[in-house]
């Protein structure tokens, strides 16, 4: 037993002289891992190419440069809307009022205070913050807000401030490299670009009748807290004001489409908002639409191009030049026009007491109109008036179906034209889904007032104006309920 046990001591001391014996050479082999020679030590031997190190130095010439301008703003405010970003058709929102804290961005635009911002940033604010990105902080007074161009101008007591130089967005090219600068979730002096993606966008945030948008559209990542930063070219001239974003509508953030307000436009707003706390843009006094190929088609013109005049609103500038509904404006000041956007920027670029010239397509003619911009204050719509001496209906009420265009429409009783205001008419009782006529925005409960300029008193006048009409197309103008009137082209098919 005692010659066992003194075998097995022996056993383990030789196993472990043998163990040491082998760790020992192990780590002879194996080097620390303080002798490893991180990275090459020869550079890569690539020709500098001068025109790409330029380009590169423009980005960061440019972000030194501009960054300084952009603030970070924080505001306490009671809001209806969204605190990611304000814009009811990005986010869902509650309609009860509540207290919220957020913030955006602005661009310092004189030394001595003001910035530049937007409306929804500031909007109901109870309290607003500046913090300047040398961590200055000062408290703000709201000079002016304008919710028609979603802009705002703030100030604050400070000077020597590094104003931005804002530049001339009439200029920008589809392509263009741009730069986003601001406040994204809160990450301070957050410098993103892209390039310009489209221009004069239109995307129904502002959704009063009288609001202007004709943003920049760029790729350049722009995110919650950005909103009322700065977009530049490399250049360093800041050519828009950032606004807006699409996002998933589930999380608030960038997707790959961001807006900006051109600078041409804020320039004007931040003039007036300083000078007199609100804006002086004069007013053209119409409602106006797209043309499309089947309104071009029934007007006469060669293609779909210019502006078609829905309404004129009484006592407005065009009421007092003879501009009558109907009319395309082809173009304004010789600028060319497509959308209706593209005039109400131009509009929103000027003042009341301006004079501008509209080129007027009518009745197969181009005409001239030369307007003086009014204010919009006192502006009523022109309503249909009723006739003393209206036809009385007689016999029973007809309803005939166009199935060529999906629209079905019936004679109107007397009293219905009194509820609608009007001397003549027949009712549009039902659209068929996926029509033509639905394709126009039609639907039932608008009345159909004249065909191809003709008045309709009967459902028979529009069968007579259709007969001989197939592969041609026809000018409707219809009135809501509210005497709001608009015109359509639809073609009927052969």
Known sequence: ?????????????????????????????????????????????????????????????????????????????????????????????????????????????????????????????????????????????????????????????????????????????????????????????????????????????????????????TDAAINPGNSGGALVDIKGAVVGINSAIATNGMTGTYIGYGFAIPINIAKIVAEDLISSGKVKRGYIGVRIEEVDADLAKAVGLDKPHGILIQQVIEDGAAADEDIQAGDIIIDVDGKKLDKPNQLQSYVASKRAGDRIELKIFRDGDYISREIELKSPDGEEVKSEKKSKNRKTKKGSIEEITFDSIGLTVRDMKNRELDKYNLENGVLISKVKRFSKAENQRLFSGLVITEVDRKKIETVSDIEDILEDKNGEAILIKVVDGNGASRYVGIEIPE
């Open 1 to 217: 037993m005692k010659k066992n046990r003194m075998g097995v001591i022996a056993l383990l001391f030789i196993g472990a002289v043998f163990g040491a014996v082998l760790v020992s050479s192990l780590d002879f082999v194996k080097p620390s891992f303080a002798q490893v020679e991180i990275g090459s030590k020869t550079p890569p031997n690539i020709p500098e190419n001068q025109q790409l190190t330029n380009f590169n130095n423009s980005f960061i010439e440019t972000a030194e440069k501009l960054t300084p301008s952009i603030v970070q703003i924080t505001v306490v405010s009671k809001s209806k809307n969204n605190p990611h970003e304000g814009f009811e058709f990005f986010f869902p929102h509650n309609d009860m009022p509540r207290e919220h804290k957020g913030g955006g961005s602005g661009v310092i635009i004189s030394e001595d205070g003001y910035i530049l911002t937007n409306n929804h940033v500031v909007e109901d604010a109870t309290e607003v913050v500046v913090n300047l990105m040398d961590k200055r902080e000062y408290e703000a007074e709201v000079i002016g807000t304008d919710p028609l161009t979603d802009l705002a101008v703030i100030k604050i007591e400070a000077k020597d401030l590094p104003a931005a130089y804002l530049g001339d967005s009439d200029k920008l090219k589809v392509g263009q490299w741009v730069m986003a600068i601001g406040n994204p979730m809160a990450l301070t002096s957050t410098v993103t670009a892209g390039i310009v993606s489209a221009l004069g966008r239109s995307v129904n945030i502002i959704k009063d009748s009288y609001g202007v948008e004709s943003f920049i559209q």
